[in-house]
Every structure is written in structure tokens, then in C-alpha cells.
């Protein structure tokens, strides 16, 4: 960490140059943090309470794959009913209110515009958090549509695409209202995810449930949805917080910003044709396969360039790294980026996928995008942006050590275990002289396994919600603005 | 990046480029499919008079596949064939022919699925399995496949005293040493949604061919 | 009903018309000098109050980076 790269050109103190004349009304950060203090909180809390939901119900849904009578008696508890409230509260819940979160702010604090009208923001995180619990408990008492990522009843649809729009106008507004010229690459992935969404919301939405499409039509919009969802979804928005946070934290900036502008496009290109992946093999058209196939194996492109980017930002700053809570999940979410992202293009091609498709390979490779990827990428937001909008500072660095360690360790131990009981099922599953049940048998191990990432993963959220709900109930710190390594705005 | 406007229309133009090429084209080409014949005469046309496939489902099966539903069954079985030679689909027996475009389209929501914890049921209607094999594998799957991880669905089903008169024609039987067996006296009868569900599953089968898909394809 | 390869066709021609305008793209943002000091955008993040060459964030029981960083005397050279 003591070397900076050549091509930073002026050391730190020459930095401090009067900023140019149209730019004079330009609001300090801490202002649009500020601004940004009770939303951002708003909507860390409510998606802390959905990680927590979300955890309790996969808990129960894998106990009861390897232990069929858990709570075997109670419908609304059912494997498939679990395990989809689980997906939801997840999804919807968590991610996106953490996503709400992050991408607003980050937004607001590149475009130096403050959050005007918060109490709006506010309402609509309230309506979109009511839509999810009522969707969820439609989920669990009788409405679920098994559909894969929309298994939420259609009439709480345009609760949640009116408040998402109220969410996603907010960033639209900032970005609007900008001070300055350049557009910096995390704010074109933000403003990228928030057209995205809606749309691919709207379409799945219409094709699937209001006016149906013929026959598999309907599948196929469904993972173009369901894929793009984390593809043009979760993933700009983790890459747009890992775009500003690495670079901020070590005080450097991005290795090269031609790279980062290659990712975007490749990215926006290529990860949209990539959901068909998972029909391959199945009723549809074969080009549709091939063209699926090609999307995924396109995805290499920009997902070797953001890693190249990332780590040789981070070369020589690892301790730095490692000593900021912030990082320590940033990189880590990022590292899981690029190797998930490899395993998907793999698992694109038709010979792989013979094996795969079907089996428990795919689920831990989910989570390994997801949560490996997203959820780490966002915890470390958070660590990095509640401290600014509270001005306080993390009441306990030993909750931040166990979150951190319970939930990476957690995750590995989910994704190796479950990769390795998919592959074993996939091969058994196509010698057809092994009898089905045997492969459900072979299964049981490695899905315990499962069960026991469950239990880690869930110790590190408790972790970190006692420090969340800790440090808003805490009392008010009277740590100088300067401790987060924040300097006053010259007068 | 000074130019918004391009900005923009890149972020439109990708998107509008990967369902225009996967949905918006798949919907030309087969989203107007219509049943058909098995065989096509010599000029590229149906049968005349003949039976025309896929077969709409109705009544009972169709308030069965709400359950199926609503129960989350497709979370661990799919319903699709793959082709002979790519996976062991056909030789596990799941179906005599591979599954197309065609065999789907009069289906309001099509259950493909991604997940195989369970056998496929693309044809389970097609297998020797009587109602009565169904309800008990329902009823506690350990009965008819031991040592399985699907959930029981008990709630599906009442236990009630035994009529004087008889037993009800549609009790289950259960083994009397499973969990969950009616004590002397008392008998297993499924609920309305039991029944159907059990309807839709018998009626989940690959009895046809396609001018486009053959047995052993 | 449209076969197959005659959608193939029109994918591809209109995958050649989109890498044909994404050149044109290319060629008409360099003229406009859009690519011009495009490295510096990159340092569009930092601001007075979070300068370049601090790092800012460290677990709450550690001390903090404080300013300058890195050392003067390594960043003169």
C-alpha cells in the first residue's frame, strides 16, 4: 500500500484547487449524505428484516430436503412453498431494498445532488415493502404461481411496479439534476439497471400472467426475466458500487477507465441473450439454444475485465484491503464475480449442461451470483455508507469480523459442497442403470452440508443486524466528521 | 462519456435487441402453433378427419394443476424430454419421445421446470401407476419409495371414522406400519384438492406423436 | 410460419447492422472528442472533502488512515 501507481500524476495535497467557477453550487457530500439519512436507513432496516425472513425460511427449506418430516404437517411450509418465500424475501425483499439503498446513493453522491422530497421516497419504500409482504403471504397461503422469480401473486403486480417506479424516478431525478460533466461509469451502470428493471418487469409480467404467451414462448420470456434480473439488475448495480468503492477507499483511482467502459457494453450486450441457457435441451428452437449458448460465452469478455481492473486497482493496497470492513466484502463479492461468472459461461456449453441442468449444481451456482457476488457487494456498501449518513460510527468491530467470517465461510462451504453433489448428480442422474432413488440417497450428505452453510450464514446476518439496529438505537457519537477520513470542505 | 443521448439509446438498444432476437422472434416462429395430426398428408397438411394432438386438458386435471401449482411441485420436477442421446431421459423411461414446442401450447402456464430432486412427470400419466399408488405416495412418500425426500401431503387428505355402513370407496390404503396410518376404525380419505391433483398427474402423458417429434426420438 | 433459417438470416443481418453502427459510434465519438481525457474521468469520484490518495475506511477498533497517505516523499517521485 506505500506505492501508487504512475498514472496517478498529482499527490494528495495538490488536490485541494478551487473547484471550477459552474461548478460553485455544488452541494458537499456530506450534504447529500445528509439528505440521504433517512431513506438510506429506511430502506437498510426493512431489507435487514427480509435477510432475516429470508434466512429463517431457507433454513427450514433445506432441513427438508434431507429431513422430509420437518415440519412436515403445516402447508404453508411446504418445501416448494418454503423455498420460494425464501427466493422472494430474498429478492424482493432484501436485494432490492439494499439495492434501493446503495444505488440511490451512490447516484446522488456522484451527481452532487441531494435527495429532494425524501418523505416520497420514503412512501414508496413503504408501498413496495407492504407489496412484497403481501406477496409473500400469498406465497405461503395458497397463491404462488411456480413460476421461477415471479412466483408472487399477480395482484400485488402493480403495487410493486408503481412503487418501484417512484424508487426508480428518484434516480432518475439526481442523475437529472447533476452538477458537473462527467458521467462516471457506475452511475451508467445505475442508470442502466433502473431502465432495465421496469422493463424487464413489465414484459415478464404481461407475457407470462396478463396475456399469456403460446406455449414455451412463455419459458423463454421467463428466463430472459429471471436471468436478466440478476444479469441487468443486481449485477450493474454491485459492479457500480465496487466501481466507486474500491477506488475511493484506497484513494486511488480505477486502473484503467477504458476497461471499465468496454465491461459496460460487453456487459449490456451479451448478458441479456444469456438466460435461454436454461432450456437447453429442452422444447424449444435449437438456434434459440445456440444463441443463448453464445450470450453466456460472451459474458467472458467483460467479466475478465472487470476483474483485471479490480485487481490491478487493488495491487499493492491488499493490506488496505483487509483492514477495511468495506473491502474486505467488496473484494470478496468481486472475486466471487468473476468466478461465478466463468462457471456460468461453462456451464452455457451443451455438453456441460447435460451434466448440470436439473441438478443442485445449479442452485449453489445461483447463490454463488447472488450471495457471493450481490449480497457481499452490498453488505460492504453499507458498511461504508451508513457510518457517513449517521455520522457514527460501527458500535462493534467484532460483530463486523464474525459477519464477515461466518458469511464467507458460510458461502464457500455452500457453493463447494452443493457444486460437487450437483456434479455427482448430473453424471448419475444420466447413467439410467442407477435407480432414481439411489441418486436422492447419494444426495443426502451434500445437502447437509448445505444445512450447515445455512446455520453459519444465518449466525453472520444476526451478526450484523445487532450491529445495524446497534449503532441506529446507539447513542449519538460525538466522533468528529474527520474520523471516517473525511475532510471538512475548505470554506 | 459527454454524450447522454447515446447513452441512452445504448442502454434501450441492448435490451430491445435480446428480446426482439429471443422473444419477439420465437413468438414469429412457433407462437401461433396449432394442433396436429400425427402424420401430415402429402401435402404438408394435417389429416383430414383425423385426431388432432396436443389434446386440451380439462375438469378435474385442470384444478389439479392449481394444486400442482400452488403447491410448488414443479420446484423439484420438471416437465421435458430431452432428446435421445442428450442426457438418459428417455432410457430412465420419463418419456417415449423427446418434448416439443407443440406438445405445450394449449397449456396456460407451462411448467417446464429447471430442477430434477424428483423424477421428470412429463409422462408420469403414462406409467403404471394407479390413482391409489398416487394417494399413497402423497400421502407419505416413504410408502411407495423409500428412502425419498419429498415432502408428505398429508394436509391433502382427512382421517375419519369408519362408516358403519362401509368404508368410503375412495379411502386410501395405508400400510398400518407407516407413520400416520389410521388407527382400527379409521380411514385415510383425500380432499377434493387431493383428487384432483392425483387427476392431473394421471393425465400428464406423451401418448402421441407429432409430425415433428416420433417415439424414440 | 417462418423457418428457422430464415430467421438466422435476419438475426445476422441485423447483428451486421448493429456492429456496423456501433463503428460508427466509435468513429463519430472520436471526432466529437468524447474520447478526449478520458482517463481522467476516472478521478471524477473524488472530490475536496475525499481527495484523491486517501484511503478512508478501516474496522471501528483500529486507528484510522490519516492523512497524508501514502507518505509524502513516496508519491514525489
Same mark, same amino acid.
Given at each position: 500500500m506505500s506505492t501508487l501507481p504512475t498514472t496517478q500524476a498529482s499527490p494528495a495535497p495538490a488536490k485541494t484547487e478551487a473547484p471550477p467557477e459552474e461548478w460553485s453550487d455544488r452541494v458537499a457530500l456530506s450534504t447529500i449524505d445528509e439528505s440521504m439519512r433517512v431513506p438510506g436507513i429506511f430502506f437498510v432496516v426493512s431489507g435487514g428484516v427480509w435477510l432475516l425472513i429470508g434466512t429463517a425460511l431457507a433454513i427450514v427449506a433445506s432441513f427438508k430436503l434431507h429431513n @422430509? !418430516?420437518?415440519?412436515?404437517?403445516?402447508e404453508a411450509l411446504t418445501f416448494g412453498r418454503a423455498r420460494s418465500a425464501h427466493l422472494n424475501a430474498m429478492t424482493y425483499g432484501w436485494g432490492n431494498n439494499a439495492l434501493f439503498a446503495v444505488a440511490l446513493w451512490i447516484m446522488s453522491r456522484l451527481c452532487r445532488a441531494p435527495v429532494r422530497y425524501h418523505y416520497i421516497l420514503i412512501t414508496a419504500g413503504v408501498m413496495w415493502n407492504l407489496g412484497v409482504t403481501i406477496g409473500i403471504w400469498g406465497i405461503l397461503f395458497g397463491d404462488l404461481t411456480s413460476v421461477e422469480w415471479l !412466483?408472487? @401473486?399477480?395482484?400485488v403486480t402493480p403495487l410493486l411496479a408503481l412503487s418501484y417506479a417512484l424508487v426508480g424516478v428518484w434516480g432518475i431525478l439526481a442523475f437529472h439534476f447533476r452538477k458537473g460533466d462527467h458521467v462516471y461509469v457506475s452511475q451508467w451502470y445505475i442508470l442502466a439497471a433502473l431502465f432495465w428493471f421496469p422493463w424487464l418487469y413489465t414484459v415478464a409480467q404481461m407475457m407470462i400472467f396478463f396475456t399469456p404467451a403460446r406455449g414455451t414462448v412463455q419459458a423463454i420470456t421467463n428466463w430472459w426475466f429471471a436471468h436478466n434480473v440478476l444479469g441487468l439488475w443486481y449485477t450493474p448495480v454491485g459492479l457500480a458500487a465496487a466501481y466507486y468503492l474500491i477506488p475511493k477507499i484506497l484513494g486511488k483511482p480505477i486502473h484503467s477507465y477504458y476497461l471499465s467502459i468496454l465491461g459496460f457494453w460487453s456487459l449490456a450486450l451479451f448478458y441479456n441473450w444469456a438466460g435461454v441457457h436454461h432450456l437447453i435441451g429442452g422444447p424449444i428452437p435449437l438456434w434459440l439454444q445456440a444463441a443463448g449458448t453464445v450470450g453466456s460465452i460472451g459474458m467472458v469478455i467483460p467479466v475478465i475485465v472487470v476483474a483485471v481492473n479490480h485487481h490491478l486497482t487493488a495491487r499493492g493496497s491488499f493490506r488496505a484491503v483487509w483492514n477495511s470492513p468495506t473491502l474486505r466484502f467488496v473484494v470478496f463479492g468481486a472475486m466471487s464475480y468473476t468466478l461465478t461468472s466463468l462457471i456460468g459461461s461453462a456451464m452455457a456449453v451443451p455438453d456441460v449442461n447435460e451434466v448440470t441442468h436439473f441438478t443442485h449444481f445449479t442452485v449453489a451456482h445461483a447463490h454463488h451470483g447472488v450471495y457471493a457476488f450481490f449480497t457481499m457487494v452490498m453488505f460492504g456498501a453499507i458498511y461504508f455508507m451508513l457510518p457517513r449518513l449517521l455520522n457514527r460510527e460501527w458500535p462493534s468491530a467484532t460483530l463486523i469480523r464474525i459477519h464477515f467470517w461466518a458469511c464467507a465461510l458460510g458461502i464457500g462451504i455452500y457453493v463447494v459442497g452443493l457444486s460437487i453433489g450437483g456434479w455427482m448428480q448430473g453424471l448419475m442422474m444420466n447413467n439410467p442403470d442407477i435407480p432414481f432413488l439411489d441418486i436422492v440417497q447419494a444426495m443426502i450428505p451434500w445437502l447437509l452440508s448445505r444445512s450447515f452453510a445455512g446455520i453459519l450464514l444465518t449466525v453472520g446476518h444476526l451478526a450484523f443486524f445487532a450491529n445495524l439496529i446497534w449503532m441506529i438505537a446507539g447513542p449519538r457519537s460525538t466522533v468528529p466528521k474527520t474520523s471516517l477520513g473525511r475532510e471538512r470542505v475548505p470554506a | 462519456m459527454k454524450n447522454l443521448p447515446l447513452l441512452f439509446l445504448g442502454i434501450f438498444f441492448t435490451l430491445a435487441f435480446s428480446w426482439s432476437g429471443l422473444i419477439l422472434s420465437s413468438e414469429i416462429q412457433y407462437g401461433k402453433l396449432v394442433p396436429t395430426t400425427s402424420t401430415l398428408n402429402a401435402e404438408g397438411e394435417p389429416e383430414e378427419g383425423g385426431e388432432l394432438f396436443p389434446a386440451a386438458s380439462a375438469g378435474i386435471a385442470l384444478q389439479g394443476k392449481e394444486v400442482y401449482q400452488n403447491q410448488g411441485c414443479m420446484y423439484c420436477h420438471s416437465q421435458q424430454v430431452r432428446p435421445k442421446?442428450?442426457?438418459?431421459d428417455f432410457e430412465r423411461g420419463w418419456g417415449p419421445r423427446q418434448t416439443v414446442p407443440r406438445d405445450y401450447i394449449l397449456e396456460d402456464r407451462v411448467l417446464l421446470g429447471t430442477m430434477r430432486t424428483g423424477p421428470d412427470l412429463a409422462n408420469v400419466g403414462g406409467r403404471a401407476l394407479s390413482a391409489d399408488w398416487h394417494h399413497q405416495h402423497l400421502y407419505n412418500p416413504q410408502i411407495t419409495? *423409500?428412502?425419498?425426500?419429498m415432502p408428505p401431503f398429508r394436509y391433502l387428505y382427512r382421517m375419519q371414522e369408519i362408516d358403519p355402513e362401509g *368404508?368410503? *370407496?375412495?379411502a386410501v390404503s395405508i400400510p398400518a406400519d407407516f407413520p400416520y396410518a389410521p388407527p382400527p376404525g379409521y380411514e385415510v380419505v383425500p380432499t377434493d384438492e387431493a383428487k384432483a391433483l392425483v387427476a392431473y398427474l394421471l393425465s400428464l402423458r406423451i401418448d402421441y406423436e407429432l409430425p415433428e417429434a416420433k417415439f424414440s426420438q | 410460419m417462418y423457418t428457422a433459417s430464415a430467421l438466422v438470416t435476419v438475426v445476422i443481418i441485423v447483428a451486421c447492422l448493429i456492429f456496423v453502427s456501433a463503428v460508427y459510434a466509435l468513429y463519430w465519438a472520436s471526432r466529437h472528442g468524447q474520447l478526449e481525457r478520458f482517463e481522467e474521468g476516472a478521478k471524477s469520484i473524488f472530490t475536496e472533502e475525499e481527495p484523491e490518495g486517501r484511503p478512508l475506511d478501516a474496522f471501528p477498533d483500529k486507528e484510522k488512515p490519516r492523512p497524508p497517505w501514502p507518505p509524502e516523499e513516496e508519491t514525489r517521485s
Open positions: @422430509p !418430516e420437518f415440519l412436515g404437517n403445516i !412466483e408472487m @401473486p399477480t395482484y | 442421446g442428450y442426457g438418459a419409495s *423409500p428412502g425419498s425426500v *368404508p368410503s *370407496p375412495d | -
